[in-house]
């Protein structure tokens, strides 16, 4: 118990929603195993402190550390600014350490993933994700065959679970930055944080629709193979929210697509999962090319 402390995590049960835990601001983080300090150039005072987490953000975009790396921006019992990594290589500590340095008054933790070896290891991959298929399962017969037999499914089956969490993760940057700045934080920014913000906001949805064309060249070819009913077409919405608002639209069309996708490829669900999948594809696309329009 001196030693452990729940972060995060993302259940998912057969049949029903993911479940998402995640911890609360005022817990402290697990104990790091090198802690490294940025020199501090100017009074943390000086910096209003949603900028200096927003300017922190970017200091860990520009090192490319938010790209589903275990990286978390919380703040010390003295309100100083922490960056916590886990498990980054080398290479990667050095350059998230680069970019971090030149902010004031923010310490860098690395540390590495606690791995349990009395327990058999387990390969990180998208089909690690998968419950074991039922292949009495008409539709994933279905689908089992369109693809070329159970192999092809089985390599389907995980870059297609790899490429929904992807999208999931540029989805979860994107939600990370509407909770920590809603308009009543975002409108007192000083012009130079508004315009960090918004690029922060184009990154992540542009490398959402990146990841959403790959989820789109795999699935298409595959559900029209396995003659998914095409659907009406999907309606970007005629509403323009704020963008914190938005992004929860945005957070429920890739979550009801992982669901969807999840459940047929686990055979976890009724026959219309091809259709469902098809449709919440179409609307994960409608939904981020109206996000990336948005002001």
Do not use: C
């Not at 983080?29 to 200096?52: I, L």
Request: charged share 20%; hydrophobic share 45%.
């Amino acid at each position: 118990a001196a030693d452990l402390a729940v972060k995060s995590g993302t259940f998912r049960f057969r049949g029903s929603d993911p479940v998402e835990i995640a911890a609360l601001p005022d817990e402290p983080a697990a104990p790091a195993q090198q802690t490294v300090t940025a020199p501090r150039h100017m009074p943390t005072a000086s910096v209003p402190a949603p900028a200096e987490e927003l300017r922190a953000l970017a200091a860990i975009h520009s090192a490319q550390a938010d790209l589903g790396e275990q990286i978390e921006l919380n703040r010390d019992s003295a309100g100083h600014l922490v960056v916590t990594a886990t498990g980054l290589a080398p290479s990667r500590r050095m350059a998230l350490r680069n970019a971090v340095a030149a902010l004031p008054d923010i310490s860098l933790h690395f540390q590495e993933p606690q791995i349990d070896l009395s327990k058999p290891a387990q390969a990180e991959t998208g089909q690690s994700r998968a419950v074991s298929p039922d292949l009495a399962d008409p539709v994933l017969l279905k689908l089992r065959d369109a693809l070329g037999g159970a192999t092809a499914l089985a390599q389907f089956t995980g870059q297609a679970l790899e490429a929904s969490e992807a999208a999931m993760v540029q989805v979860h940057n994107l939600r990370k930055l509407a909770v920590h700045f809603p308009p009543t934080v975002e409108l007192p920014l000083d012009p130079g944080d508004h315009a960090i913000l918004a690029q922060l906001r184009q990154d992540y949805a542009q490398a959402l629709a990146a990841r959403v064309t790959d989820l789109e060249r795999l699935l298409t070819p595959a559900l029209t193979s396995a003659a998914a009913p095409d659907g009406p077409q999907i309606e970007a919405p005629s509403t323009a929210p704020p963008w914190q608002d938005a992004t929860e639209t945005l957070f429920s069309a890739e979550q009801t697509l992982d669901r969807s996708l999840t459940e047929l490829l686990t055979g976890a669900a009724p026959a219309g999962t091809l259709a469902d999948v098809q449709r919440a594809l179409k609307q994960l696309r409608t939904d981020t090319d109206w996000y990336r329009k948005l002001k």
